[in-house]
Nanobody
Framework: QVQLVQSGGGSVQAGGSLRLSCAVSGGTFSTYAVGWFRQAPGKEREFVAAINWIGGSPDYADPVKGRFAISRNNARNTVYLQMNSLKPADTAVYYC????????????????WGQGTQVTVSS
């Protein structure tokens, strides 16, 4: 059974940093993409970043380019989201997700989802 277990997150002041982790288990994802989404209260879930499990350039949503960095550790089957220069607008529940391809990685229709973790940025 595939599981995505998230950790990290929390509360920070504007300008601060946080790191999220997503540990993937129970499947073989050598050609898949793992990404991050977020959902703020009253808003739809939106794409944040994605990375292909076997390499290639990551993809970022415009609001986080230059501030967030997605990376992976294949040996640990874990994907990370380093979030720097955080803004109050980044406050949301963050979810990791697995897609079959990078081309599909921006879609909110994912194969699997993590449990979600709260990120709160205060001004």
């Amino acid at each position: 059974q595939v599981q995505l277990v998230q950790s990290g997150g929390g509360s920070v002041q504007a300008g601060g940093s946080l790191r999220l982790s997503c540990a993937v288990s129970g499947g073989t994802f050598s050609t898949y993409a793992v990404g991050w989404f977020r959902q703020a209260p009253g808003k739809e879930r939106e794409f944040v970043a994605a990375i292909n499990w076997i390499g290639g350039s990551p993809d970022y949503a415009d609001p986080v380019k230059g501030r967030f960095a997605i990376s992976r550790n294949n040996a640990r089957n874990t994907v990370y989201l380093q979030m720097n220069s955080l803004k109050p607008a980044d406050t949301a529940v963050y979810y990791c997700a697995v897609h079959r391809t990078m081309q599909a990685a921006r879609s909110t229709t994912a194969l699997y989802w993590g449990q979600g973790t709260q990120v709160t940025v205060s001004s």
